[in-house]
């Protein structure tokens, strides 16, 4: 679900908000609630896991999250994870518990960097003692499975800055962290800005986030795709379905979905959403390049088995044999199992895979 | 026809800038030779990118009718001359078609480098000269010190020059009037066998090609046969008539003294070429007229479609270009980087460029073109010579006895004050100094020889950047010379290029290895490997660059919205290695290989 609202805009986000009043809120809330019985009554399978992102979900305060929570609810299997990312500004404890109450069990939120002066940076309006205030109030409201977003490669980022940051999420016992390597989207201000900005260079970013998987996996957070890391049995099972090339069903506009083969989504425009209108074809989804692709954004990699029960072959020998040559530079592993990228690897993702795809 | 007496050929010859085709333009208005309707800003340079640099690079002509003073209506034709010194021999065949020539010189800048020149040339072909002082409506306008200047440098009595404004069309009336008094009529000759010389020929999709002359003696019509004397062609003549701005006018007859043109279903220019003379069959000249040189292109380099598909559309745009221009040449060619391509000839780099961008524009083509050289001549040692204009194929070093390469008398023409500066360019360039005469007090004449390979790639732009652009400069080729020669080779990731290889003087080798090096460590993008790049002469390394490894190129998020975007940026991208270059291994754009070839920028 996506909830298109944000209190104000970050200078490094292009992802689809608006600043309504709280009467769009509520009407933007019936109508999400109408989709989704209407989509999922049709349908004869349960959904295992919910995402509630945005945007900024929180800004529509615990009982219009909870409204949505409870109209999925019919449609969810009984242990499905029900995530909703949060704002940490102001959040207390009670609205937790209310949240985790109708079945929430799983909070992402968006940390983006421990250092007061970089979040500044990225307009953050909150410190840091804010974060670690938001995530301890998710804990003592009985939610274990928390997220928290760092961003690597922001303005003035240095190697101890990096480290303060990631010893905050390990002090503070989160069990996922998600680590995005800042990237300049057009028409945002930072992409305006982008030589003001004393962003550190390619090579710096590199290292930055070769630094951030092994501090993490030092810590017992696994790396499980390019930019995210939990401790076993923490790895988030909706976002999982994206890189397995599963089919998921995404409201609101500017939401994106995957169902039947086809990939569609919905304009990014509120107004047209409040008024019912037909999500826009985007082409067939699902061959095996795009599962390839998608596949070797994890560590797991691509694998012969599950290729064979899903397209009848195993990984094409053109692949294997082009493989062969980035695992001899150390960018892939090859073995009989199948194909993976290493981290120097996942680094040059978009090259190699245009390389062997 | 119109009695010679009323006849005045003239050329108009300035610096740059200083007014030329603007003063054209007006005596067009003025003449009421093109209804005001249809000018259009300097109606002569009808070229596109002639238009754009504000050069003018082939010779046109057109007639003007003028009712004088006098009362009786004169017959003026205006033969415009190309601006740059790759075109050196066109202007002077041009000139040579005139009795005068209109010196324009600007009310604000005085004398400068070219007018000088110009004038000297002028003087060459024994024109008379008409001085004007133009833009006399800038603030900064001083015609009589001007005027003065032109008295004392040049020689030239003022006293009666116009001053005027070409832009506001002020005085330019007076312009004509000089034209008729001052520029002698031309000599009846009607009775002598024909001669005519071919100051400009162009191709005409309809017509053939059309040649345009200047009858020094005798008469042509319809239905003679034409023949041209230096190569002996003949052709029967279709059409003859006079050039007007927008149009051709047919006529009976040209006689001694006209500029017209001739069209006899002739297939290319280059059966016509620029200087030759033309004469009958029936009643042949025993004497061509002086001054003929076949025009021989004297700089080459390979140019190749970026994309390889489009190589017939290349020869099929070379064939048409070559129609119009005749001192281009070209054969096909092969590279192991660039594919197939052509081997072209050229003037001298100005018209390199300019078939470039005509190619490019005209014709649509994207193109890579390779480092300019020059016709070496190599001595053997089994006492064989070979003449190489293509670096790879430079025989075998040790099969070499001794190497030649071509000269130029060059005259650069400048104030005193830059000959300093002058000096030490001709140094850089290997030049040996000859003379230096002084013209008068501003002006002298530094002479030295040149290796034509030092002048060839941007001589000229360090000339004008060292002098301010005061400095003019003009060659001739000489002799060959011997010289120590050696062929630098590129290598990428230990592969040869041979597209980048290129012959050089052994002693500037070094310095210009470690620039290429430079150069390609700038502009070749990291890939996914450290791509070592080193120059070498045989087998011997002398400069090396690396291009460090990308270590970054990561689609960080990936999640439902961004799955189709991110097949797209796939598609992209194996799409973007198709305009990849690729060099065993490596990878170079488009844009790396033209800032390699263009080095010598600084």
Known sequence: MHIPFCRSKCPYCDFYSVRADESVKTQYVNTLKNRISAEMSTSDCKADTLYIGGGTPSVLGSENLCEIVKSASPFLSPNAEITVECNPFGLSEDFFKILAFYGVNRISMGLQSANDRERRALGRLSDSETVKQAVLNVQSAGISNISLDVMLGIPRQTEKSLSETLDFCLSLGVPHISAYILKLEEGTVFYNRQNSLSLPDDDAVADLYLQTCETLERNGIMQYEISNFAKCGYESRHNLKYWNCEEYLGLGPAAHSFLGGKRFYFERDLNAFLNDSNPISDGDGGDFTEYAMLRLRLTKGLLNSETENRFGHKIPEEIIKKSAFFADKGFMESDERGIRLTRNGFLLSNSILAEIL | MAKKEFIRNFSIIAHIDHGKSTLADRLLELTETVAKRDMQEQLLDNMDLERERGITIKAHAVKLDYKALDGNIYNLNLIDTPGHVDFNYEVSRSLAACEGAVLIVDASQGVEAQTLANTYLALDHDLELVPVINKIDLPAADPERVAKEVEDIIGLDCSEA????????????????????????????????????????????????????????????????????????????????YMRPTFMEKTDVLSSGEVGYITASIKTVGDARVGDTVTTAENPADEALPGYRKVNPMVFCGVYPADGADYEALRDALEKLQLNDAALSFEPETSGALGFGFRCGFLGLLHLEIIQERLEREYNLD???TVPSVIYKIHLTNGEMVEID????????????????????????????YVGQIMDLCQDRRGVYVGMTYLDADRVDLHYKLPLNEIIYDFFDALKSRTRGYASFDYELADYQRSSLVKLDVLLNGDTIDALSFIIHSDKAYGRARKIAEK???????????????????????????????????LAKCYGGDITRKKKLLEKQKEGKKRMRQFGTVEVPQEAFMAVLKLDDE
């Not at chain 2, 330019?172 to 009529?185: D, R």
């Not at chain 2, 490997?529 to 070498?536: C, K, R, S």
């Open chain 2, 520 to 554: 390609l460590k700038d502009n070749i993008p990291r890939q996914m490997f450290e791509i070592p790049v080193q120059i070498a002469v045989g087998s011997k390394v002398i400069a090396r660059e690396t291009v460090k490894a990308m270590r970054k190129d990561v």
């Open chain 2, 390 to 417: 293509n670096p790879s194929h430079y025989p075998d070093p040790a099969t070499i006895d001794y190497a030649e390469e071509p000269t130029v008398e060059a005259h650069i023409y400048a104030p005193p004050s």
């Open chain 2, 162 to 241: 116009p001053k005027v404004s070409a832009k506001t069309g002020e005085n330019v009336e007076k312009v004509l009037e000089s034209i008729v008094k001052l520029v002698p009529p031309p000599e009846n000759n009607d009775d002598k066998p024909l001669r005519a010389l071919v100051f400009d020929s162009v191709y005409d999709s309809y017509k053939g090609v059309i040649v345009y002359v200047r009858v020094v003696d005798g008469q042509i019509k319809a239905g003679d046969t034409m023949r041209m004397m230096a190569t002996g062609a003949e052709f029967t003549v279709v059409e003859v008539g």
């Open chain 2, 367 to 369: 193109l890579v073109t």
